[in-house]
Each structure stands twice: as C-alpha cells, then as structure tokens.
C-alpha cells in the first residue's frame, strides 16, 4: 500500500482515506482481510494507536469490522457505500462549483456531454 503523507491532515485520517480508497478501487473487496495494524506500522513507519485509530474510523463508519482474534474486514456492502458517498459528494460539493465555472465560461450543457463522451 502507497502512501505519500503531507501536513494538511492527521496521519490517521490520510490512512483511513487511503484505505478507503483501496476498498473503492477494488483492491480491498467485501470480506477480505486487511493488513495488520503492526504490519502496516511496521511498513510505513507510524504509531501503532495511529493505525488503530484509522481502522476505528472505518469500523465507526461501518466498512469494517473486526473480528476478534482475526484481525480487520472489509464489512459487506463496504464498497457500494462508499460509491453512494463518493456520487453524494461529488453532487452537493464538486459538480455545483463544476456547473459555476461552466456557465462563467460560457458552455451550454450539450456541449460539455458531448466533451465528455
């Protein structure tokens, strides 16, 4: 797993964008196993509280979940939930300042699908 940490935000929260991200492109699917947290500090050279703290943030949210003895697993349904998220966001976030800029820049909405197709 790839990581390029920066400043803008706590490790933990980088992490479990990060994994999230891996679930949404598939690597990680429904019911597989994750790394370790001592496998993944190990691997990227953070706190071990760190790491369990990202993975909380995933089980808070309900994306994984913990299988006492076993380790950490990508909950059932992890994926389409976070697509349903991703499209969500990017309707109420991106696509309004999306739209904004087109219209300052003077496209009509045909136009820009057929950009797009």
Do not use: C
């Not at 076993?70 to 976070?82: F, I, K, N, P, R």
């Amino acid at each position: 797993m790839q990581i390029t940490w920066h400043d803008k935000s706590p490790i933990y929260r980088q992490l479990s964008d990060r994994l999230r991200e891996l679930i949404l492109e598939g690597v990680y699917r429904n019911g597989d196993a994750l790394p370790s947290v001592r496998q993944i500090a190990s691997e990227h050279r953070i706190n071990p509280i760190t790491v369990s703290k990202a993975f909380q943030m995933l089980v808070d949210d309900e994306l994984v979940e913990k299988r006492r003895g076993l380790g950490m697993y990508v909950g059932e349904g992890a994926s389409e939930q976070l697509i349903e998220d991703e499209r969500r966001k990017f309707l109420e976030e991106e696509l309004p300042d999306f739209r904004e800029r087109a219209e300052r820049l003077g496209f009509e909405i045909n136009q820009l699908l057929r950009e797009v197709s």
